[in-house]
């Protein structure tokens, strides 16, 4: 049965199902990263620093923001060999954005899905470290924690409208100190247990600048992974048919030539007892919506090559695993394309052609598709993206193991050349990388021999 859009949407604008309503939702979008910080989380055992922040190199302006006092990158790109941590970088800022929307509703006894570095015995035990530098508003603001599995050791939050950062509370063990920049958070302190975040509980009591931060973070700062692509799919399928961006959603598939016409969504039949209670009928209509089966839909011809009919393809069955990524990208893509964001997403060439990695990356890096400042930040194995005039050296990122298996994050704008000089902007970075000049790249043995 086709499923009927105008119904799903009344249902929806109606508020009964605010879950799903909440991809309709739109913030301000002057809020951008600049950047973000680890240490002791899994293959990390030192803190480093992805910075979205442009240097000082002057090619390539097109790829930068203009956010007044600062010159943001539109995307940035991370390299590594395989167990080199360039996931672990990812996860990381996936990891520090759970744990902030997930700690005011934890009880007491719950864990912090935190892992430390396990190969040393100076960090074992020891609590990790996230911190994020960001845009809110066209204010910078500085936020952070330390936390092992238990609890929270500390805690920090400083504000600059200017170039001088302001204390807005600074939490040590269970001592948490509030400014009075922020004195909309007095008598809080004491609601705040050992294994939450003192910044989730000032939402909860609608102080504002705590809000501004939550929200930037559900709706404005999503993960996705490029090989399980699951997060976002019902919303990806919903939004080709409803909100604003149906249309432009459409064109780019059409554009894409996945090879058919478009995506239809159809509802499961289901007999609704009389005697069925409010709420029943309501939960049903719930998981009715969930249920939504996507098709894609085919031109049947003619031996004389002449349409007679349409077609309707399982999406999830019939289309190539590379098809059904494309559409479960879209909606994350094109959110924070338009209301501005952040969009992280492990191993995004996978399954795709080279091409259509290009045309995603190419959605960010130019201010006429991306005029909010939307950020694109992933990792790929694709060596073609490093090919001259894709990418500033500032978006280049590269991991590497030492021999302690700690993960080391390093830009291809702070690489030094054997002779002590930075890497010219005219070098073939691509062939230099395979080649092995700037390091992250797997050693492998000669492997005729495994076979003599």
């Keep these: ?238 939004s080709m048919n409803i909100g604003d961006q149906s249309e432009n959603i459409r064109k780019f598939i059409k554009r894409m030539d996945l090879g058919f016409l478009d995506i239809k969504l159809f509802s499961k039949e289901r007999e609704e007892s009389d005697d069925e209670s409010s709420l029943s009928k309501f939960l049903s209509r719930i998981g009715d919506l969930l249920a939504l089966e996507a098709k894609s839909v085919h031109i049947k011809f003619d031996k004389k090559g002449k349409e007679v009919d349409k077609v309707y393809f399982d999406l999830d069955t019939q289309e190539s695993s590379g098809t059904v990524k494309i559409i479960d990208l879209i909606y994350p893509v094109f959110r924070v394309l338009k209301e501005g964001g952040v969009l992280l997403t492990d191993e995004l060439d996978a399954k795709l052609h080279p091409l259509l990695t290009q045309e995603i990356i190419n959605l960010f890096n130019g201010p006429e598709n991306n005029p909010t400042g939307a950020q694109l930040i992933f990792a790929t194995h694709d060596t073609n993206l490093l090919s001259y005039g894709q990418f500033r050296r500032d978006q280049i990122y590269f991991t590497e193991k030492d021999k302690y298996g700690a993960t080391s994050l390093y830009s291809l704008v702070d690489y030094k050349e054997e002779d002590g000089t930075t890497v010219r902007k005219d070098r073939s970075f691509e062939k230099d990388y395979i080649q092995g000049r700037y390091g992250a790249i797997p050693y492998i043995g000669d492997f005729s021999k495994l076979l003599s």
């Design 1 to 238: 049965m086709a499923c009927n859009i105008q119904l799903v949407r009344r249902f929806l604008i109606n508020g009964r199902f605010c879950v799903l309503l909440r991809y309709l939702h739109t913030i301000n979008s002057g809020i951008m990263l600049i950047e973000f910080s680890v240490g002791n989380y899994l293959s990390i055992k030192d803190k480093q620093t992805l910075r979205m922040d442009a240097s000082s190199i002057t090619e390539y302006q097109d790829r930068l923001i203009d956010a007044g006092r600062y010159k943001l990158l539109r995307s940035a790109v991370i390299y590594g060999a395989n167990a080199s941590g360039k996931s672990n970088v990812l996860k990381a800022m996936a990891t520090m954005r759970q744990i902030i929307l997930t700690s005011a509703a934890q009880s007491s006894t719950a864990t912090i899905p935190v892992e430390p570095f396990l190969l040393s015995t100076e960090t074992e035990h020891a609590p990790s470290y996230f911190e994020m530098l960001f845009l809110l508003d066209g204010v910078r603001y500085r936020y952070g924690f330390e936390a092992n599995k238990e609890r929270v050791y500390a805690e920090w939050l400083f504000e600059a409208k200017k170039q001088q950062e302001k204390v807005l509370f600074v939490r040590e063990g269970e001592i948490i100190e509030v400014s009075k920049a922020f004195k909309e958070s007095k008598g809080l302190e004491q609601r705040t247990s050992n294994n939450k975040l003192f910044l989730t509980i000032t939402d909860q009591f609608n102080v504002a600048v705590s809000t501004k931060i939550i929200q930037w973070l559900f709706y404005n700062f999503l993960s996705v992974s490029g090989i399980l692509h699951e997060e976002r799919r019902f919303e990806s399928r919903l």
